[in-house]
């Protein structure tokens, strides 16, 4: 296992259509974190999973996203009717609960809203 | 509310200088943690430190030291003897033990530069 995995890397779309990111955890992690992040600032928190249980929503993710964690291991988060101010890394990380070494970041993927 | 600030936008500095990025913080919980990560420019958010608001002891990594001082909400980091190889982003991060430790607040990063 050589860290967290997302997919896309990239993903160009036309604004209304949906989006949907896949990321892969670190196998033995329970607790999984999607994080947002515009252009030159830092990550911003939008939702947490300790295993398939989201038990945390930032105001950030309005009603058209949505995320999941069906069964405590990937995790999807889906944009719907995209708008250009949703372009941004999307970032996710995961955590063998309070580790001490932090989270480990995926490589993110950059959407692009034209 | 958390917040995490990163007074320098970007900084520049020629290969062998130190180089210190300030970072200082508010919070209304008396037990936190504070992170550094690097983010280079493939993306990848790397961990390099975190410390706990009880333990104020700074701390020497190689070339890398951190210096906390609750009295000023000061987490700072200085890297000796600077390398390009250290040009990246670095961001300094808070999380709260109210909210269980889940989430991140992230400084909007120090992009730095290092000439050689």
């Known amino acids: 296992d050589t860290g967290v995995s997302q997919n896309p890397r990239h993903k160009i779309t036309k604004r209304g259509q949906n989006v949907t990111f896949r990321c892969d955890p670190i196998?033995?992690?329970?607790?999984l974190y999607w994080y947002r992040q515009t252009l030159g600032q830092g990550p911003e928190f939008l939702t947490y999973f300790q295993n398939e249980a989201q038990l945390e929503k930032s105001r950030l993710l309005s009603d058209r996203f949505s995320a999941e964690r069906p069964k405590g291991s990937f995790s999807t988060l889906e944009i719907q009717r995209t708008e250009q101010g949703d372009s941004a890394m999307y970032l996710c990380?995961?955590?063998?609960?309070?580790?001490?070494?932090?989270?480990?970041f995926g490589s993110g993927t950059r959407l692009t809203v034209v | 509310a958390q917040k995490v600030t990163q007074a320098q936008t970007e900084i520049s500095v020629v290969e062998k200088e130190d180089v210190t990025l300030d970072c200082v913080y508010e919070?209304?919980?008396?037990?936190?943690?504070l992170f550094w990560y690097k983010q280079p420019p493939s993306g990848e958010l790397v961990f390099l430190i975190r410390?706990?608001?009880?333990?104020?002891q700074n701390e020497i990594s190689g070339r890398y030291s951190w210096n906390f001082q609750k009295s000023t909400s000061s987490f700072n980091f200085t890297i000796t003897a600077s390398q390009v190889v250290d040009s990246a982003v670095y961001f300094c991060a808070l999380s709260e033990a109210s909210r269980g430790r889940r989430a991140l607040t992230f400084g909007s990063g120090t992009k730095l530069q290092v000439q050689p």
């Open positions: 410390r706990n608001s009880f333990d104020e």
């Open positions: 990380a995961s955590s063998a609960g309070e580790s001490v070494e932090g989270y480990t």
């Open positions: 919070t209304r919980d008396t037990t936190y943690y």
């Open positions: 196998s033995e992690h329970n607790r």
